[in-house]
């Protein structure tokens, strides 16, 4: 007898109630399968996660399928993942998720060290606005292996080697004293300086010189200003919470146009920077104007390149951008976090420029070989980058290559993983009055910022650390030691300096600094 048969003889009431319970039941087992599948520690994503056996790693639940998106679109997130390891008691390791990504975050330094110095973390995930940049053929995010390998020997022996930073000092000094031309100048033309836009263009162009030998001029717009927009735009597309990196489905849509942004872009950029290769290419083929002991830029050494190193047009284009872009905005971004300290801590400022005087005089300008005589200075600057570093994510996440543990805690293979390093910074387990501006500490104690030491590592660690930490640093103390030979920095009566914070992909002032230089050399 078939089922339809013998619901025949059963009474329509008792027939009608138990198909309501059974109902009852069904919506009782589903809402509770979602309520545990949503209510999973470190939420949906996680919860989705086909690997079950394991301990799970301690975080927020988030909200049904967004997980902890909110975090992603407020402008301090550092602080609120700060805020949230410390509540579920998960500095070492904290779960969450963001649609369907699943994401680790450590902010504490053993497990960052641990993290970050693994093979199973050297790889980024690519999200949709890298690739669509093409920056998935440049270093920053070009898979673990073979062809990121190369670069990064190829980079490290022509652009980032000792002997190469030193070399480049004489240019970097040059650009440096423009800035110092340049705030004289807006100085006496507005009474006051807003100097991010000086500093910008100033790394800019150091950055220029390295990769391109082009430099531009302060103020005359043309090729320079186009880079410029070209820069910021970059890091603007990049700096956005793109849905689709977590909501695929959406994807297609495009609702924040940001595919669109990006195709143009690099349209834009691929036209910009193929120029540049095809007058090296023309000058090199002239023969007679290239001479071949000269100490080449970095398109140069791209087009030397043996038959099995060299790269296609595009390739070169996307890390000949890719070192613009990276190279830039970082230099500018700390150096206006510091020149807005010594704003407000003009004792410590004197200090320095005692310092400076001391060991430099007033009858010549300070120059790269100064600094090791400067521990004030650089002392200065690793506070700087303790308080408020430009990446205090470390800016491009890690990405898990395959299932591993970090401690105790098993991580699934794809799961992306940050470090909070402004946690770990601002922790006062880790640093004694953390909030306190105090270049001080560095004079009582030698922290490495290089990267072995996790308390302080604001150029990342492990294999992929920052490759350009060292010329980055270079020109940053160098700079700051024109800057401060060369000017007092008070503060505007029109502007006070405020200190919020604002991450898009690197952590920049709010509020840009303005504020009054006065001569100090005649
Ligand atoms: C104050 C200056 C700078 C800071 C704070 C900084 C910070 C960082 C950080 C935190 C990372 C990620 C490291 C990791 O995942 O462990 C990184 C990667 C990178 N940086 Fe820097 N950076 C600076 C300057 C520069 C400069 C001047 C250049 C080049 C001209 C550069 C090129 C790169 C590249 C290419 C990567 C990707 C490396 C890879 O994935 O293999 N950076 N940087």
Redesign the pocket.
């Known amino acids: 007898m078939s089922v339809e048969n013998h619901l025949l003889f059963i009474p329509r009431s008792v027939l009608h109630s138990s198909v309501l319970g059974f109902e009852a039941f069904a919506c009782f087992l589903l809402l509770t399968a979602v309520c545990a599948f949503c209510l999973a520690p470190g939420g949906f994503a996680w919860a989705l996660c086909k690997v079950r056996a394991f301990r799970a790693i301690p975080g927020p639940t988030g909200y049904p399928f967004i997980g902890s998106l909110t975090v992603f679109t407020g402008l301090t997130r550092h602080r609120v993942l700060a805020k949230m390891a410390k509540s579920f008691k998960a500095e070492s390791l904290m779960s969450f998720s963001v649609g369907l990504t699943r994401f680790v975050i450590a902010s504490h330094p053993e497990s960052a060290k641990e993290m970050?110095n693994s093979t199973a973390f050297a790889n980024?995930p690519v999200n949709e606005t890298a690739y669509e940049l093409l920056f998935h053929r440049?270093?920053?995010?070009?898979p673990y292996g073979e062809y990121?390998r190369n670069?990064?020997r190829i980079?490290a022996t022509h652009?980032?080697s000792p002997k190469r930073v030193v070399g480049s000092e004489v240019f970097r000094r040059e650009i440096g004293m423009k800035m110092v031309e340049e705030l004289k100048r807006l100085m006496t033309e507005n009474g006051e300086v807003q100097v991010k836009k000086v500093l910008h263009f100033g790394s800019l162009n150091n950055?220029m010189m390295?990769?391109f030998g082009r430099c531009y001029e302060f103020d005359k717009g043309g090729d320079g200003l186009e880079l410029e927009s070209l820069v910021t735009e970059g890091y603007e597309l990049l700096g956005v919470f793109n849905w689709s990196n977590h909501f695929p489905f959406l994807g297609w849509l495009d609702l924040q146009g940001v595919r669109k942004r990006c195709r143009n872009l690099v349209l834009t950029v691929s036209v910009f920077v193929g120029k540049i290769i095809e007058e090296h290419r023309l000058e090199r083929a002239k023969g007679d104007n290239f001479e071949k002991e000269k100490v080449g830029d970095f398109v140069d050494v791209l087009l030397d390149l043996e038959e099995d190193d060299k790269l296609s047009d595009s390739d070169m284009i996307a890390v000949l951008w890719?070192?613009?872009f990276?190279?830039?905005d970082?230099?500018a971004?700390?150096l206006e976090w510091i020149l807005a300290r010594m704003v407000l801590h003009p004792e410590i400022q004197s200090k320095a420029q005692s310092e400076i005087d001391a060991m430099v005089g007033s009858t010549r300008t300070v120059q790269g070989s100064d600094i090791p005589n400067l521990p004030y200075l650089q002392a200065i600057v690793k506070e700087c980058?303790r308080v408020h570093?430009?990446?205090p994510l470390?800016?491009?996440?890690?990405i898990a290559i395959h299932d591993v543990y970090v401690g105790d805690n098993f991580v699934p293979a794809g799961t992306s993983a940050m470090?909070n390093?402004w946690a770990i910074t601002h922790d006062d387990k880790v640093w004694t009055e953390p909030e306190k501006f105090s270049p001080e500490r560095f004079m009582a104690e030698d922290v490495s910022i290089m990267?072995t030491d996790l308390r302080l590592?604001?150029?990342?660690?492990?294999?992929?650390?920052?490759?350009?930490?060292a010329?980055?640093?270079a020109?940053?103390q160098l700079w700051l030691a024109q800057l401060l030979q060369n000017f007092t920095w008070v503060a505007s009566e029109n502007c006070d300096v405020d200190l919020s914070e604002c991450l898009k992909l690197?952590m920049e002032m709010k509020s840009p600094l303005v504020c009054k230089v006065v001569p100090r050399l005649v």
Do not use: Y
């Open positions: 970050l980024r440049a270093m920053g995010f070009a990121w670069l990064r980079a652009l980032f950055v390295t990769v890719e070192m613009i990276r190279g830039t970082t230099v971004i700390l980058l570093p430009p990446g470390l800016s491009w996440a890690r470090v390093m990267g590592a604001p150029f990342g660690s492990g294999r992929r650390v920052c490759p350009g930490k010329l980055g640093l020109t940053v690197s």
